[in-house]
């Protein structure tokens, strides 16, 4: 299994917002998987290890 980074985590990373990562897993340039459940019982959206590498070099690669 995929390991999986937190949104947070991701946007942290990239030096972005949550919502910038939302709308890059709406655009299909991540990968997100809803493994558990956030506050509220709401699904926690959990970003792919692997979407994220496959991100970064394709950003590299321009």
Partial sequence: ????????????????TGQTVRNMVKDGRLEAVYPKRGEMGRPKMMITASSYGKYLMRKDGK
Avoid at 1 to 16: G, I, K, R, Y
Wanted: aromatic residues 0%; charged residues 20%.
């Fill in 1 to 16: 299994m995929d390991e999986l980074l937190s949104l947070n985590t991701v946007a942290d990373l990239l030096s972005v």
